[in-house]
């Protein structure tokens, strides 16, 4: 199946540094791709939604200041979280949609753990 | 707004029972519907989906799923659960057009098979 790498697997960075996770489709190309936020034992919070070549769409109460998403190709997508502190520590996922969309499926990145100190 | 939702946050069935694990959905228009599984710190990995046709969906690992839009459900089901089986289970709806989309979670439901 279609594989999306997601890196880095687990950050751990200081209180206001500034954090860069990379999301890449290996095998195919993405239109879309999404990036969720998930806490403990919880669902996946969906953050915003990028299209390449195009702004990302933010999520309502979602900074987009503070998390920045490019999407420069159509297998590459980033989310840096800018300034971080404690309470963006999280688990971070993306997701990606191939050319052909949703008539197939989401493919799921293996998700980042940041750890803010 | 949309939505999807998992009433149950656990689920515990002995191994070789079957199981199921429920899921509703408040989406407008004729979403997508899929089933994930997540093991821990681990991405998700897909089980299943429903489109259109048959309203009795078959996916990996022997699970299956109804689609039902007169309840607007989509319960996923297993004849005879594993102790395997065991792991943190999402549905999932994708509505909205290619480039405006979305793809958004239930809560999440714990499913524990036990021995």
């Known amino acids: 199946g279609a594989v999306v790498s997601q890196h880095p697997s687990w950050v751990i960075c200081k209180s206001g540094t500034s954090v860069k996770i990379e999301c890449r489709s290996l095998d195919f190309q993405a239109t879309t791709m999404f990036w969720y936020r998930q806490f403990p034992k919880q669902s996946l919070m969906l953050m915003a939604t990028?299209?390449?070549?195009?702004?990302?769409?933010?999520e309502q109460g979602v900074e987009k200041d503070k998390f920045l998403i490019n999407h420069a190709s159509l297998t590459l997508s980033t989310l840096t979280v800018t300034s971080a502190h404690p309470e963006d520590s999280s688990f971070y996922i993306c997701s990606a949609i191939p050319l052909q969309g949703m008539n197939t499926e989401a493919f799921f990145g293996q998700g980042t753990r940041l750890t803010v100190v | 707004a949309q939505s999807v939702a998992q009433p149950e946050d656990q689920v515990n069935v002995a191994e070789g029972n079957p199981l199921t694990v429920k899921c509703t959905y408040s989406v407008s228009g004729n979403p997508y519907l899929f089933w994930y599984v997540q093991y821990p710190n681990r991405g998700l990995q897909f089980l299943l989906k429903?489109?259109?046709?048959?309203?009795l969906v078959k996916g990996s690992y022997g699970f299956e799923a109804e689609f039902n839009k007169s309840q607007t459900s989509f319960h996923l089901k297993k004849p005879s659960a594993l102790v395997s089986d065991s792991a943190l289970y999402f549905c999932a709806a994708y509505y909205g057009s290619s480039n405006t989309g979305k793809l958004i979670f239930g809560q999440g439901t714990t499913l524990q098979v036990k021995p």
């Open positions: 990028s299209n390449e070549g195009s702004k990302a769409t933010y």
């Open positions: 429903y489109i259109t046709g048959d309203n």
